[in-house]
């Protein structure tokens, strides 16, 4: 079954021959083509080619297109530093005062940075449109703000002085839709994966989220699907607003980070049976496995995720309503383990099969 095949057969819980699976590996490919984060940031053909070597060489049922969290907020001015070797990011906010969130304007659209993502994006389209789907990761309007004004001052400016952000969230919002709308057609064959990291109960209420950026949703939803790429979102928070995030902004896929120890969601069997019917769920390994752990532990914890994904979409009736990634980016910097990548899709690919041999003999497909 191709890589395509599987995850559009895994959307409509079709059959498959073992549930999609990929690692989140972006900045960290760069290592594969000898190229430096720096030129992975800055140089599209750089960051094409190191995230298609990272599709071959893991074997990758989809391709993760994220160059860092800062493009939009670059773009729009903040100071963004770009180390040889680790993830570009804000070095000064562009937002110092109330009344800077009432003075933001938006920038030339696309800008620099922004080119360079769109850019990336038509040269993986060249080569894997049809073969293997991709996703565009694009900051939400709240993280952007926070990227440019600084997360403490957006949250108590929330509270002290909500006309201000919502005034500039408003810019924030035209901006992404414009951005948006410079990408190529998608024609189905990727999606474009909204980072709505602030819809987080640990850091907003549900009034103040839907208030904030839940009002503009809808305007870059459309957006999206009028461009031809599929909506999903991303939210790696300890505490994602699910029925917000999945159900109200009908999200067919949702990819997000479970802690065992922490936050209202720490089961990922629990969310594939409540939420499965509503979405395909993309998660859920631990990023850190993979810079401090050993492959043979990377391998336990695959094979012991992919069981409880099993029982669980069993138990919702689901034969293949899953796709299987990690938390949140694997780390890019030069300690994180290759073979640890490696050991995560060399047990999916030998193990997931007999995996799914028990889920359609329990569901008797």
């Known amino acids: 079954m191709s890589h395509y095949e599987r995850v559009f057969n895994a959307i409509v819980d079709g059959s498959v021959d073992r549930l999609p699976a990929f690692p989140m590996v972006c900045g960290l490919s760069r290592r594969l083509v000898g190229a430096t984060h720096r030129e992975y940031s800055t140089n599209a053909k750089v960051a094409a080619n190191s995230l298609l070597a990272a599709q071959k060489e893991f074997d990758m049922d989809v391709i993760p297109l994220l160059i860092d969290l800062s493009v939009i907020a670059g773009d729009f001015g903040a100071k963004i530093r770009f180390p040889e070797e680790n993830t570009p990011m804000v070095e000064e906010f562009l937002i110092r005062s109330v009344e800077d969130y009432e003075k933001l304007e938006a920038p030339e659209i696309p800008g ?124 790696c928070g300890e505490s994602p607003m699910l029925d917000i995030q999945i159900r109200e902004y009908q999200c067919p896929f949702y990819s997000l980070a479970t802690y065992p120890d922490r936050g209202e969601n720490r089961s990922i069997s629990k969310i594939v049976k409540e939420y499965s019917d509503d979405t395909v769920i993309v998660g859920s390994l631990d990023t850190q496995l993979f810079t401090f752990g050993t492959a043979e532990m990377v391998e336990k914890a695959t094979r ?62």
């Open 112 to 235: 620099a940075r922004m080119k360079h993502q769109i850019e990336t994006t038509k040269l993986i389209m060249e080569k894997v449109a049809g073969q293997v789907p991709f996703s565009v990761l694009v900051e939400g309007p709240l993280l952007v703000l926070t990227q440019l004004a600084g997360a403490e001052r957006v949250f108590k400016d929330v509270k002290r002085e909500p006309k201000a952000v919502d005034t500039a969230l408003k810019v924030i919002t035209e901006a992404i839709v414009d951005y948006l709308d410079c990408y190529p057609d998608g024609g189905g064959a990727g999606t474009i994966c909204m980072d709505y990291l602030w819809g987080n109960r640990t850091i907003i209420s549900d009034t103040d989220y839907r208030n904030l950026e839940g009002k503009y949703e809808p305007k870059i939803r459309q957006k999206i699907l009028e461009k031809g790429y599929m909506y999903s979102i991303h939210n």
């Open 304 to 365: 012991n995720f992919m069981e409880e994904v099993a029982r669980a979409l069993i138990e919702s009736g689901h034969k293949s309503k899953f796709v299987i990634s990690t938390g949140c980016e694997i780390p890019p910097s030069i300690e994180t383990k290759l073979e640890n990548i490696t050991a995560m899709m060399e047990t999916i690919n030998g193990y997931g099969p007999k995996i799914q041999e028990k889920i359609n003999g329990e569901l008797r497909v």
